[in-house]
C-alpha cells in the first residue's frame, strides 16, 4: 500500500477564501499538478457525526473543527493534509511509500496554547499542518478516537480549553516510538513505517524554510484567534516575514557557493 496522491484540506466557514490562502492552494496545483485537492466543507463532513466537531462548529472554532476532519481525511481516504495556510516548494512524490508521515514541531517549553499544563523545557510536537497517511493507518485512528472521547469546551471567557492538536498527535505517536526529547533537526523513524521529518523539511514561520523545505506553513494568525490570544507584535512580524525566508535562504545559499 502507499499514500495516495490526494491533498486534502479544510474550509469550514462558508467564507470566501483570502487572497493570501489562494496564493497557497495554487502553490499546491503548480508544484503537484498530478494530485487530486479535496476541500472538506460542512456539505462533505456532517458535522454532527462527532459531539467534538459539531461543538467546535457550533462555536465557530473552524480551526479546531477540522483538527478531527483532517483525521478522518486521511483515515477514511488516505493522502496528504495540508491547511490552507501552506505554501508548497517541492513535491511529496519522496514521501509517498511510508505508511505515515509528519515533520517536528519544536516548542520552546515555555507553555501550551491552552492553559492546561506548563512545561519548563524545550519539547517536541508534531506538525498538524502538514500530515501524510495512508488510508487505514493506525496511528491516525487513535488521534481520531482522542477526539471521539474528548469534550470540547470554552471558558468563560470564551477561550478554549482543548488540547492543542499537535500535542496529541506526538501523544498518540509515543506508542510508535516517538520522542518529545529528541533533537527537533533529527528524522524519528517510528514503528510501522511512520516517519517525522526534521522541523525545516516541513517549516513553520517561526522556523523559517531553507533551500531544501518541501513546504513552509505561513501560520496567518487564525491560532491567535481560536484560542482566543491577542496576537503578538514580534509574531505579527514574523507571518509577514515568513514567506520570504525562502527567499532569503536562497540568496545565502547562492552567496555560499561564490566564496
Not at 159 to 181: K, M, W
Amino acid at each position: 500500500m502507499a499514500i495516495p496522491k490526494k491533498i486534502h484540506w479544510c474550509w469550514l466557514s462558508g467564507d470566501s477564501l483570502p487572497k493570501n490562502l489562494e496564493k497557497c492552494v495554487r502553490s499546491w496545483k503548480r508544484v503537484m499538478p498530478d494530485y487530486e485537492i479535496i476541500c472538506w466543507d460542512m456539505q462533505r463532513f456532517d458535522i454532527h457525526s462527532v459531539k467534538f466537531v459539531e461543538d467546535a462548529c457550533a462555536a465557530r472554532k473552524w480551526a479546531f473543527a477540522a483538527d478531527y476532519i483532517r483525521l478522518y481525511a486521511l483515515y477514511t481516504e488516505g493522502g496528504i493534509y495540508l491547511d490552507s495556510d501552506v505554501r508548497v516548494f517541492r513535491t511529496f512524490d519522496k514521501f509517498l511509500h511510508h505508511a505515515a508521515f509528519s515533520g517536528i514541531e519544536h516548542h520552546s517549553g515555555k507553555k501550551t496554547w491552552t492553559e492546561n499544563e506548563q512545561f519548563t523545557t524545550a519539547y517536541n510536537a508534531i506538525q498538524a499542518a502538514v500530515i501524510g497517511a495512508e488510508k487505514g493507518n493506525g496511528w491516525i485512528k487513535k488521534c481520531m478516537e482522542y477526539y471521539q472521547k474528548t469534550a470540547f469546551k470554552l471558558k468563560n471567557n470564551g477561550e478554549v480549553d482543548v488540547e492543542i492538536s499537535p500535542n496529541v498527535l506526538a501523544r498518540c505517536a509515543e506508542t510508535y516510538g516517538f520522542r518529545h526529547d529528541a533533537h527537533f533537526n533529527t528524522r524519528q523513524a517510528l514503528k510501522e513505517s511512520i516517519v517525522i521529518y526534521p522541523q525545516k523539511v516541513f517549516a513553520t514561520a517561526y522556523a523559517g524554510a531553507t533551500m531544501r523545505s518541501h513546504a513552509l506553513h505561513l501560520c496567518d494568525g487564525s491560532w491567535y484567534k481560536k484560542t482566543g490570544n491577542p496576537e503578538p507584535w514580534l509574531v505579527k512580524l514574523d507571518r509577514i516575514l515568513c514567506s520570504n525566508y525562502r527567499f532569503f535562504a536562497m540568496l545565502h545559499y547562492l552567496r555560499k557557493q561564490l566564496t
